[in-house]
């Protein structure tokens, strides 16, 4: 079993620069793909958001920077810098008698856009074989860190499991004592509207349809299927999120059947405990990939 969060930075160094990769992934209902990149890996977007897609599912943000080196070779912009050299000439021979030139260059010089770092338009395949091989250890880390927060997620699942199947072993007990309250109230019906010359057999056979009525023992065993079918998907299937969403729609049905049937306070007391149970699992199923 998988989360549908994960994160992970890796980096290596193309052309003199640090390049970082990192992936964070959140849940999300479809593949939902959000790519970050400098212009120059444009080209191989595709390439990438194929390799992203291993990931299956979930709101995935991919994010690739450059971290630029101390020794990467850098081309003075000279049209740029010969341009802004005479706008801070003119203005300093209007603000000012004094004209200190050095110190225009040297202000100059110290401003950033001026330098047009020094790379290639494209990648080479060496350059992509070191990128790619980066992105795909980012992904692995990912899938890792999904798996371990699965399987986090799956103790959770299995605790609240749990749970409902003991209280849902409780309901026996308290079954013969339901049958006979309900054969009780009948009776005192009976008397209150002083119903007389009752036929003790035709009374039986209205007892036998007013409690199958109310007969839970199809929802238990449904509800026991259900319990032992979530724990094999979790167990035995990847990619179940889905699938284990369904299965607890169809114990939240048994669930609230049995409550309707109850007619019983313990037993409707052991219900409202189920719901809160598998109310804890709903919460924690849209993580699960």
Known sequence: M???TGYAKRQCVINGKNVIVEIKTLNSKQMDCNVKMPSQYRSKELEIRSMINLLE???IDFTLTE???TDTNAILNTQLAT????????LSRQLTDKQDDIALI???FNQADIWDEEQSCELSDDDWNILSKTINEAINEVDQFRLHEGAILQQDFVKHIDLIEQKLNQIPQYESERIDTAKERIRKYMTDFEVKNVDENRFEQEIIYYLEKLDITEEKVRLQKHLDYFRNTMDNEEGSGKKLGFIAQEMGREINTTGSKANHVAIQQLVVEMKDELE?????LGNIL
Do not use: C, D, V, W
């Open 67 to 69: 971290e630029t080196s």
């Open 280 to 284: 804890k699992i709903k919460e924690q």
């Open 2 to 4: 998988k989360s549908m």
């Open 106 to 108: 040297g202000n100059l």
């Open 57 to 59: 599912r979930g709101k």
């Open 83 to 90: 341009a802004r050299y005479h706008a801070m000439q003119q």
